[in-house]
């Protein structure tokens, strides 16, 4: 089987079935079909494969016309069903791994994506896991699900693991350009698995098993959270003694060896920096390992959208106005710049707070049109002069990098900078 599988991966002669196609799983589909390769999507959203089959991009890294072309030369086709995976080679599982409300990894997605490959496992099928978790995953929890059709990994069928390492919004690090990571439950799976990504991106690196993979990953995120929650208590010291903590990040960053420049921010936001180094801390507790540093960064970061109302508390207060009754506009809601995603972004926990406080909360955003907040539905509004003059506080929780910085200081009253936009002035701007 290793043989025949590899020879059909070195001649390019493989069909691949990305599950999953969301802004990990639709980037991928779109580069191997882009290298000539038949992808057959797969997800749960009747949307989402709609969209797809008719080459309508809801990822703003993928345009329309890009994907529209591949649809058309039959090179990308999405499905809601698995029936299709008896047709191709290569499966390849992108699905979230959100945490319950128990902060529990809730691998949900993962399993029922196995389960359904399980019924459609063939002899000779490659199947790589790239959705972020927690070490020993794809060794100890996939392949005894795969191996209950009666075939046996390493022999019939083939199992790795290879992190995603999708950044949205990234003008310079796509997915040919950003080196890969793979790690095989055994050495042929690896082998095989980097094979396949060789046909796509410039460099792979093969790791000696799947939870050197996974372990990877998650030193990547956890040690982005750690740095970002040093960066959010240096701002709050910073604030308490009065000093410009932009001023200090950037100073230190002058130093050319053992220092890199993080800095402070409303709260972290997206798929993989809230939520990864979680997974690490779960499966440690399952060890009898506490890993305190890692609950400790959670710990800063989870609260800073509390500490950004209290901040705004504290200006209000600076000219006898409360948060009941201030009118507050909130300036960006996507978790990043430039993205048109809300993943856990602290904006909406601070819109939340603030409203339960009694403020009047409104919102712009160009990325993203609407948002949902409990049982209520915000749109955002149209960034007039008007509005912002008609705005007690300005509240930049996104630097998008589409805002006109110098229309919205000159029509403001007031600004609080989260994130350092307005560095070029001065008067009625208060930063973080």
Known sequence: MENELLKKIKNNNFKISVIGLGYVGLPLAVEFAKNGFEVYGIDIDKNKVKNINEGISYINDISNNELLDLVKKNKIKAFENYNILSEVDIIIITVPTPLSKTKDPDLSYVLN???????H????HLIILESTTYPGTTDEVIKPILEESGLKCGSDF????????INPGDKIYKIKNTPKIVG?????????????YSKIIDSVIIVSSSKVAEMAKLLENTFRAVNIALANEIAIMCNILKIDVWEVVESAGTKPFGFMKFYPGPGIGGHCIPIDPIYLSWK??????NARLIEVASEINT???RYVVQRIADILNEYEMSIKGSKILILGVAYKRDVNDIRESPAIDIISLLSDKGAIVYYFDPYIPKIQIGDLEIESVELTKEVLKESDLVVLITDHSIFDYEFIYKNANLIFDTKNAFKNYSEKIYKL
């Open 113 to 119: 994506a196995v389960n359904n490959i399980k019924n």
């Open 121 to 124: 496992l063939k002899k000779g």
């Open 158 to 165: 083939f199992l790795a693991f290879s992190p995603e390492r």
């Open 184 to 196: 095989g439950v055994d050495e042929i799976s690896g082998k095989l698995a980097y094979e396949v």
């Open 284 to 289: 440690m507790k399952t060890l009898n390992y």
């Open 303 to 305: 609260n800073m959208p």
